[in-house]
T-cell receptor
Framework: SQKIEQNSEALNIQEGKTATLTCNYT??????LQWYRQDPGRGPVFLLL?????KEKRKERLKVTFDTTLKQSLFHITASQPADSATYLC????????????FGPGTRLSVLP | NAGVTQTPKFQVLKTGQSMTLQCAQD?????MYWYRQDPGMGLRLIYY???????DKGEVPNGYNVSRLNKREFSLRLESAAPSQTSVYFC?????????????FGQGTRLTVV
């Protein structure tokens, strides 16, 4: 069965720095990979999707890369702010969804002022 | 447009009691999912429904049953609750529109079994 790992359970960085979160997956060849943000007591909220034929995707201060050879995605938040503090989840997926729509354990990001 | 609505938001059950968690989506999506989230475990898939009339097991289906009542509604039932089922439960509905593929989540049901 597929396995998804995210680099660390928690990550602390200083305001203004770039946060880099890692998502690695095995036993799966997803057509795309999604990133979600989850705040305490709330459901996850979709942020970005990157397809297998895309190397990089940007949205405002967010950047995602996708390396299908390494089976890895990197999620960057530039010029981080305390409001970016949340848990970030990755989800490799394909258009069939099905039982393969599963999530990584998440990385809890804290941006310190 | 409410998206995905879950009820109730909070529930306390005694061991052995039964209850049904309700989920409804108003986005006309075919797929609906139930997850549980526990500290350090992330989201784990319980059951999913790819379309109205079909349901399939996920990673952790034991102790649960589901019903896809119609295209809008997907309910999760605990027939005899156990303390191990204390968790936060999320319902999700992915869009399968290729131009806008994302999943929408409900706000969760926090269940405590004592």
């Amino acid at each position: 069965s597929q396995k998804i790992e995210q680099n660390s359970e928690a990550l602390n960085i200083q305001e203004g720095k770039t946060a880099t979160l890692t998502c690695n997956y095995t036993n799966y060849s997803p057509a795309y990979l999604q990133w979600y943000r989850q705040d305490p007591g709330r459901g996850p909220v979709f942020l970005l999707l990157i397809r297998e034929n895309e190397k990089e995707k940007r949205k405002e201060r967010l950047k995602v890369t996708f390396d299908t050879t390494l089976k890895q995605s990197l999620f960057h938040i530039t010029a981080s702010q305390p409001a970016d503090s949340a848990t970030y989840l990755c989800a490799p997926a394909d258009d069939n969804y099905g039982q393969n729509f599963v999530f990584g354990p998440g990385t809890r990001l804290s941006v310190l002022p | 447009n409410a998206g995905v609505t879950q009820t109730p938001k909070f529930q306390v059950l005694k061991t052995g009691q039964s209850m049904t968690l309700q989920c409804a989506q108003d986005m006309n999506h075919n797929s609906m999912y139930w997850y549980r989230q526990d500290p350090g475990m992330g989201l784990r898939l319980i059951y999913y429904s790819a379309s109205e009339g079909t349901t399939d097991k996920g990673e952790v289906p034991n102790g649960y049953n589901v019903s896809r009542l119609n295209k809008r509604e997907f309910s999760l039932r605990l027939e005899s609750a156990a303390p191990s089922q204390t968790s936060v439960y999320f319902c999700a509905s992915p869009s399968r529109d290729r131009s806008n593929t994302e999943a929408f989540f409900g706000q969760g049901t926090r269940l405590t079994v004592v």
